[in-house]
């Protein structure tokens, strides 16, 4: 039913769409009727699948490095007091730069390839993902930390036991920003410099009036975001059944 | 495992500007059990919390001692008065938490019996939302009782359960906690009657020994001087919060 309602969705913005071409007459070279688009996404489909593998790598191995870098630092964050007072304030404050004026220095240090996109990518979720995630582990009861201290447990295994399972559904809501954010990241790098990935392409199209292709890229870039947050909603959706055991319930736990 | 000591509280508790308590002196004597009762907010939960030496909301100025003089909270069990169980774990996982959290190998074959006493034989391997809240203070109390230590503090541990139930509860744990300093808390008069060696009452100025039956606990739910005991006591309480 959903998908249903989705395909309606964009039938009809394909159609308002198309409408808004035909009545204002707006040339093709400022906006593409869908159907141009279209053609154009088929006449240069191994061309967007190329470029788009090489965004989709960038964005993927970016999500995996900030999040691996930024659930590090919250648990570092969590099991120490002086960390935490230290280090909170040091890591709001650098989120006062923003990230994309770093684009041109990025290019600089890493070069044009994948390795300053993943980096760009990383920084841009890192903070999301530590905030969120450092959140949950330091959010548990209260009494929950009494008890464990009464029954002698070592902070590392409270940490394991206790503070990670339970705010694995805030590292989630760390992750579904993480997967808006990180295309973005990955693309700004490439505007900023690159020979390959969506962002480049969509640069290359606009500057040989390939508007067509462009608006192509475009929704090739908005499909792999859309598929992304799909895949790690499902992603956060698991965390949070784990922390409140109704994955256990299915009988899909951990196996002991 | 060393004797349980005997452990006694002195001093008194503000919250704010306000006195809770005291000064006041609560004892408990060596291998015996006490039942704590009093009105609703009067500081038994407090009590508990600061004998296991745990942050209160208030300011307490006085001593927690054991007649040993070795130190206290790694003696304890303690079982708070919420389950206090994990979501994400079996209910027999939930049972050995504290080995897990020393980083022991705990004892499953212990927690399968002690979880068959209390009655969650069928349920070790379910999730917590599929249990009762009986239930669920029952696996609570496992997890208390499964802690060999010699001072164990429990408070209102069969408030959530059935009369059967909580009978059987009460019975299972004088029998597995025999010979220990417990405290228990409760503001059911047949329970305490029932279990204490020691009756204590507490009220803000003080907390008042209440004379137990003659006989020794666990006594019979039917000995006609525990009932008269409990009679009396619920008369008393009766009074108190008028
Ligand atoms: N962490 C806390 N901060 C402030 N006040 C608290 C805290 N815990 C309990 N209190 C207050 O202390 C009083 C005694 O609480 P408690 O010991 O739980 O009473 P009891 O167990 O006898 O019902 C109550 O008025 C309660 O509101
Ligand atoms: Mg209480």
Redesign the interface.
């Known amino acids: 039913m959903r998908v249903l309602y989705g395909l309606a969705a964009l039938l009809l913005g394909l159609l308002l769409w198309q409408l808004l071409v035909w009545i204002t007459g707006t040339p093709h070279f400022i906006l593409p009727s869908p159907l141009r688009v279209a053609q154009a996404a088929y006449a240069s489909r191994a061309l967007i699948l190329e470029h788009a593998t090489v965004t989709a790598t960038e964005v993927v191995l970016g999500l995996i490095l900030g999040t691996i870098l930024g659930a590090i630092t919250a648990i570092q964050l969590a099991s120490s007091q002086w960390a935490q007072r230290l280090l909170l304030p040091i890591l709001v404050f650098t989120q006062a730069v923003p990230v994309f004026a770093l684009a041109p220095i990025l290019t600089l240090w890493f070069g044009y390839g994948m390795a300053s996109k993943i980096v760009m990518a990383v920084l841009i979720i890192y903070f999301p993902v530590t905030s969120a995630f450092h959140d949950g582990l330091t959010r548990v009861?209260s009494?929950?930390l009494?008890?464990?201290?009464?029954?002698?447990?070592?902070r590392w295994?409270?940490m394991r036991?206790?503070r990670i399972?339970h705010a694995l559904p805030s590292l989630g809501t760390g992750l579904r920003l993480a997967a808006v954010y990180a295309p973005i990241g990955a693309v700004i790098g490439e505007w900023v410099g690159a020979s390959k990935g969506l962002g480049y392409l969509m640069l290359l199209a606009n500057g040989r009036v390939k508007i067509d292709l462009m608006f192509a890229s475009l929704i090739a870039l908005a499909l792999l975001t859309v598929v992304l947050h799909k895949l790690v909603a499902i992603l956060a959706d698991h965390l949070s059944a784990?922390?409140?055991?109704?994955s256990?319930?299915k009988g899909l736990?951990p196996k002991k | 495992m060393t004797p349980p000591p005997a452990i006694t509280l002195q001093g008194s508790y503000t919250l704010g500007d306000t006195r809770l308590f005291g000064p006041l002196s609560v004892h408990l004597p060596a291998g015996q059990w006490t039942c704590l009762l009093g009105p609703s907010g009067v500081g038994k939960s407090t009590i508990l919390?600061l004998i296991?030496d745990?942050?209160t909301g208030g300011q307490f100025t006085g001593s927690v001692q054991a007649d040993d003089g070795q130190p206290l909270?790694?003696r304890?069990?303690?079982m708070?008065q919420?389950d206090?169980l994990?979501?994400?774990?079996?209910v027999l996982e939930n049972t050995v938490?504290?080995a897990?959290?020393?980083?022991e190998t705990p004892d499953m074959d212990r927690a399968r019996h002690l979880l068959t006493r209390v009655g969650l034989e069928a349920h070790q391997t379910?999730?917590?939302?599929?249990l009762s809240g009986g239930m669920r203070q029952r696996a609570a109390l496992a997890r208390a009782l499964i802690?060999d230590r010699p001072v164990v503090l429990l408070d209102e541990p069969f408030s959530a359960l059935d009369a059967g139930t909580r009978a059987d509860m009460q019975e299972l744990a004088a029998e597995v906690l025999q010979d220990k300093t417990v405290l228990l808390v409760t503001h059911d008069p047949a329970e305490a009657t029932r279990l204490g060696h020691q009756i204590l009452l507490l009220s803000p100025d003080e907390a008042t020994v209440w004379a137990p039956p003659p006989t020794p606990p666990i006594r019979a739910l039917q000995d006609p001087a525990t009932l008269a005991c409990q009679a009396e006591l619920l008369a008393h309480l009766r009074g108190q919060v008028r």
Request: glycine fraction near 12%; avoid cysteine; proline fraction near 6%.
């Open positions: 009861d009494g929950l009494d008890l464990a201290r009464t029954m002698g447990a070592t295994q409270v036991r206790i399972p784990y922390a409140s055991g109704s256990l319930q736990g | 919390r296991l745990l942050s909270p790694d304890i069990s303690y708070a919420s206090l994990l979501p994400w774990l079996t938490l504290g897990r959290l020393r980083g379910k999730t917590l939302a599929a802690e």
